[in-house]
């Protein structure tokens, strides 16, 4: 007996998902592992079951999930994963199980997919670590998946493609969205015209939103940026500082800001793995093979682009990673129009990454009292004078120097700020174990003596 | 022709043991500057774990050293002591069968000879010394004179403290030799420095800096791997690990070799290392190394089962064949001076290497025999080739 060849997909986001589908549909054995307790990622994040709300529409998402069920996907639900290892022939996908992730797991598979998707960042200023600060990501989060409203006067800061949906979701589920407040200039726009317009569509979706966001009354403010968070035990006001010279200052009164500098691919699996970043991304070829055989990656972990990108990477892996495993080379042809679309959307994100780069120098001047590594408690001034008296020249020397980046968070959220800091570029940080694991899990794990199951 | 000099003495290597060599050299009034072609603690000092240690050290030339940079370690904490988080709190260590107890005993009469404090300690005292540590063990030998640092605020704090011009961010590319062989410096990629005298504290890549003058040091890496907790209240007092680490170090197998010493850190995660392999420059994660690891170090408190590790790193301590460093000055090339190949223990040995390496720049009379730790002792007597 020939037995179906095995797949296991980390992530079961947009990208995890058609390439868990692609794969399926093919005859390969699927597992999709991911850590939330159900299927979707960022984007297609389903109400919790508790709430007795209606599921998410549309049609992509009713696509996809029914896709599992015809297709017989094993999905592993809460299975946090912590390391994905090769040995001679395979792979084995190590994960935490259920919200304690106290206790181990190990699946063996043939080749991997790694969707792991992204993690927002926040470049910090003074008075972001009071209560009432949170991340875009987090209030879409909260809306989407637990359907509260994170508070009632709501500032929406940062930069990037995220803001617009954020606001927009939260001034229609009835906050006062006090004010958008994005640090881009709409005037770098027309230069990337060429660009954006391979994806009209995209272009009115952000129209769209602004229109919206212009019903409901809200300000929006560009080339403007939050400098400071006021508030006693937790957030009353923010100010919010033009980036162009000579503007006025103003002082916003809210109960929270919503706040976000863009996101980073989750590299951490891949690199552990051995993948090869570029920059920080990880690396694949047009198949979304990395350069670990027998590894695939596709979605946010390969680069920051949206939903439909990882839709269309997720797909791509997923037909490649099917023929490879019963020993085809695959044909392009038969996976053209996502080729295309894969693209176009790279162009189009890439035009928007321009657009929408934090403004440079911005992290770096923050005073030298303010908190940078929140878990550490670490401020910009201790980093600065890691820098100028200790000799460290980089993250990873300030970290040494100082611990910024040595906490829960291993450096995912403070990482850009410390690089701006020390003047150098944002490398990944190897991070061997994606998750904290027990000892007792890492005690328990098979004798590599052992002769093999 | 006569070039003017940069200064009188370039030391190679901004990590533990440039940066004490550094130190004593300003202390006995040189004009030092000191090069690393990347951060200062960027090789192998930021990469391990800062043990100062005489307990796993049987009696001998290492032995001597150690005791001696140990009473420099205790001078310097005087100033510098909460800068490098120097915590004075001693070694444990554990035999948990009396096989393992009698071999220890035997092994802390000979360090006692040779001027080391080793107290026997029986399990009930073991027991209130460490609250935490697993019921059972055959006895155990306390050992106050082992201490520990933060190695990269050390050496960090030391170089600042020196007040000598640090270079970093600059690779050396070869070393100057007059017509006469004696050194007269070393090339960079940004330019030459002058000076008479020239200290390879280059660590694991001391051998590639030796070869860079024409002489050979046959300097390898080996790799271990270090486990780090999640922040916990104090739990673990001492330092402390299973005997059978001892044997451990002096071992000369190219298999995994674990040896779990398990410490508190004073910022609070506990620090579990380290494993020995000599694999080369690899640094990928090794699953069996961590798992042998967090096994020792639950054997020894099994309260850890239930701790989660943040992170593991890896780094590649710098050993020569007879795993004693090489200390002194190289008759095969005059002017030049070794300070690398402390494998395990540069952090520990770095005080007493930089008073050594002082006194041989000056001229003075070495505090201890450098005979043992002569660089070119691999040329007479073999040894691996690099
Ligand atoms: C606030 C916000 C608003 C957005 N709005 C839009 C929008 O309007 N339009 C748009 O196109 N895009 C939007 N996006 C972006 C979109 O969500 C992402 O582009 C898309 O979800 C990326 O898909 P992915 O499959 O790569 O990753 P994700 O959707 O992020 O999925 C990754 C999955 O991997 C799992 N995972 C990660 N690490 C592990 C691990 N170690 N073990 C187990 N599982 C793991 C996660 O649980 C997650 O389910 C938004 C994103 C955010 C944060
Ligand atoms: C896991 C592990 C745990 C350890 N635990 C302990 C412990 O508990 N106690 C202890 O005492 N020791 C311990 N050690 C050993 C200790 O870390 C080393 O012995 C010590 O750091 C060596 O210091 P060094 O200054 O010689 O070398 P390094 O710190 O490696 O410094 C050498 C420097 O030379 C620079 N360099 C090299 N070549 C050039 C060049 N051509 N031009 C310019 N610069 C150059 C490098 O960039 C580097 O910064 C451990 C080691 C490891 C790996």
Redesign the interface.
């Known amino acids: 007996m020939t037995e179906r060849p095995r797949l296991a997909v980390v992530g079961a986001g947009p990208a995890g998902l058609a390439g868990a589908l692609a794969a399926a549909a093919r005859g390969v054995d699927v597992t999709l592992v991911d850590a939330a307790g159900r299927p979707g990622g960022q984007f297609h994040r389903q109400p919790s079951p508790a709430l007795g709300a209606p599921p998410r529409q549309g049609h992509t998402w009713e696509r996809l999930r029914t896709g599992l069920d015809r297709h017989r996907v094993t999905h592993l639900t809460e299975h946090h994963v912590w ?1 994905v ?1 090769r040995d001679s022939m395979s792979f084995l996908v190590h994960a935490l199980l259920g919200p304690a992730q ?1 206790e181990g797991v190990s699946l063996r598979a043939d080749a991997v997919l790694l969707a792991t998707g992204g993690h927002e960042y926040v470049l910090p200023f003074p008075g972001w670590t009071l209560p009432g600060v949170i991340t875009a990501g987090g209030a879409q989060a909260m809306l989407k998946g637990e359907r509260v409203l994170p508070g009632r006067h709501v500032v929406v800061a940062g930069t990037g493609p995220l803001l617009l949906p954020v606001a927009t979701g939260l001034a229609a589920a009835g906050a006062e969205v006090a004010a958008l407040v994005e640090s881009a200039d709409p005037g770098a726009v027309p230069r990337r015209f060429p660009d954006l317009l391979v994806r009209p569509d995209k272009l009115a979706e952000g129209a769209g939103y602004a229109v919206r966001l212009l019903r409901h009354r809200v300000r929006i403010l560009t080339r403007h940026t939050v400098v400071a968070a006021h508030g006693t035990d937790r957030l009353e006001a923010v100010t919010v500082a033009p980036l162009s010279p000579g503007g006025r200052s103003l002082r916003i009164l809210c109960d929270t800001l919503a706040v976000g500098h863009g996101m980073l691919p989750g590299t951490d699996l891949a690199e ?1 793995l ?1 993948c090869t970043l570029t920059g920080t991304a990880v690396r694949v070829d047009a198949e979304q093979r990395t350069d670990v055989p027998g590894a695939w990656a596709a979605g946010e972990t390969t680069g920051i682009g949206g939903a439909a990108l990882a839709l269309a990477e997720g797909h791509i892996a997923g037909r490649s990673a099917a023929a490879r495993l019963y020993g085809r080379t695959p044909d392009p042809a038969g996976w053209a129009p996502a080729a295309r679309a894969r693209s176009r959307l790279r162009r189009f994100f890439a035009a928007v990454d321009a657009v929408c780069a934090p403004p440079p120098g911005r992290a770096g001047s923050v005073p030298d009292d303010t908190v940078v590594c929140r878990c ?1 408690e670490v401020t910009a001034g201790e980093v600065r004078t ?1 820098v100028s ?6 993250a ?2 300030a970290k ?2 100082t ?1 910024a980046g ?3 968070c ?1 450096g995912r959220m403070c990482g850009p700020a410390v690089a701006a800091l020390t003047g150098c570029p944002l490398t990944p940080g ?4 994606a998750r ?5 899990v ?2 328990a ?1 098979p004798d ?1 003596d052992a002769p093999a199951p | 022709m006569a070039k003017r000099l940069t200064c009188d003495v370039v030391v190679v290597g ?1 990590g533990m043991v440039g940066a004490a060599c550094a130190w004593y050299a300003a202390r006995a009034s040189l004009d030092v500057r000191v090069v690393d072609r ?5 090789g192998t000092t ?1 990469a391990g774990e800062g043990n100062l240690l005489v307990s796993d050290k049987g009696p001998g030339p290492e032995l001597e050293l150690a005791l001696l940079s140990a009473r420099l370690w205790a001078e310097l904490a005087d100033g510098l002591g909460a800068a490098v988080e120097y915590e004075p709190k001693g070694g444990l260590v554990i035999a948990s069968t009396p096989a393992a107890l009698s071999a220890l005993t035997r092994f802390a009469a000979g360090q006692r000879a040779a001027g080391v404090t080793a107290d026997p300690v029986g399990p009930d005292e073991l027991r209130s010394l460490e609250p935490y540590l697993i019921p059972g063990v055959a006895g155990g030998v306390r050992y106050p004179q082992d201490a520990q640092v933060m190695p ?2 050390a050496a ?2 030391l ?2 403290a020196s007040g000598a011009r ?1 270079h ?2 600059r690779t050396v590319t070869g070393v100057l030799r007059a017509p006469d062989g004696t050194v007269r410096g070393v090339r960079t990629d940004h330019g030459d420095l002058h000076a008479p005298a020239v200290v390879n504290a280059a660590g694991t890549w001391g051998g590639d800096l030796a070869a860079l003058a024409r002489v050979r040091l046959p300097v390898l890496p080996r790799r271990g791997f270090v ?5 916990l209240p104090r739990r673990v007092r001492h330092k402390v690990y299973a005997a059978d680490y001892v044997a451990d170090v002096a071992s000369d197998s190219a298999a995994l070799r674990s040896s779990p010493v398990v410490e508190g850190t004073a ?1 609070g ?1 506990v620090l ?1 290392g380290a494993t020995r392999e000599r694999v080369g420059f690899d640094r ?2 090794s ?2 190394a ?2 042998a ?3 020792g ?2 054997g020894l408190f099994p309260f ?10 890896a780094g590649f301590r710098p050993y020569l064949p007879d795993h004693l460093p090489a200390i002194g000055p190289d008759p095969r090339a005059p002017g030049l001076f070794h300070a690398c190949g402390h494998e395990g223990a540069g952090i520990g040995l770095a005080t007493g290497t930089g008073r050594l390496i002082a006194q041989a720049l000056t001229g003075k009379a070495p505090d201890m025999d450098l005979t043992p730790f002569r660089p070119e002792r691999f040329d007479t007597e073999g040894g691996e080739s690099a």
């Open positions: 390391c290892q106290d552990t051995g550490e890691a008296t200790l000799g460290a020249t980089d990873r020397s040494l120097l611990r040595m906490g829960w291993q190897r991070r061997p174990f904290p694991v027990p000892l007792g890492l005690a794990l590599p | 901004a990347g951060p200062v603690a960027g930021g990269a605020l960090a704090h170089l600042r640090v970093t961010g486990l780090v907790t999640e922040p910022a995660p579990i990928s994660l699953l069996p961590v798992r690891l967090a096994r170090a639950i850890l089962a239930g701790v989660r590790a943040l992170r593991t790193y």
